[in-house]
């Protein structure tokens, strides 16, 4: 009997695959840090469950690439330092 051929499904074949798949693109809000307001204190590079926030040298940074535009890091930010303004593509 010629039974189809199954492939795999969900398995992942290879490391890293998850940094081609950009999830910038699912963002309808975008992230803004106020430098001047910024502490520095990384708290919304902690919570950011997308790993997309990130220490810069003056204040945190967004990563656009991969942040949806969750808004956490707006809501935990001590300094309210972070707005969420609409994104524009
Ligand atoms: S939580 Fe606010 S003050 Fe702290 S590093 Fe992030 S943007 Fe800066
Ligand atoms: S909006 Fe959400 S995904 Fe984007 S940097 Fe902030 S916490 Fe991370």
Same mark, same amino acid.
């Given at each position: ?5 199954i492939t795999l499904g ?7 695959s998850?940094?081609?798949n950009?999830?910038?693109?699912w963002r309808t809000?975008?992230?803004v840090? $106020?430098?001047?307001? !910024? +502490?520095? *204190?990384?708290? %919304?590079?902690?919570y950011? /469950?997308d790993s =997309?926030m ?7 940074r967004? $990563?656009y690439?991969? !942040? +949806?535009? *969750?808004g956490? %890091?707006a809501?935990?930010c /001590?300094?309210? =330092? ?8």
């Amino acid at each position: 009997m010629n039974l189809p051929k199954i492939t795999l499904g969900l398995v992942a074949t290879e490391p890293g695959s998850s940094r081609r798949n950009k999830t910038g693109s699912w963002r309808t809000l975008r992230p803004v840090v $106020d430098e001047k307001k !910024c +502490k520095r *204190c990384w708290l %919304c590079v902690i919570y950011c /469950p997308d790993s =997309a926030m990130n220490k810069g040298e003056k204040s945190a940074r967004p $990563d656009y690439d991969y !942040c +949806k535009g *969750c808004g956490i %890091c707006a809501a935990e930010c /001590p300094a309210k =330092a972070i707005t969420m303004e609409q994104e524009v593509r």
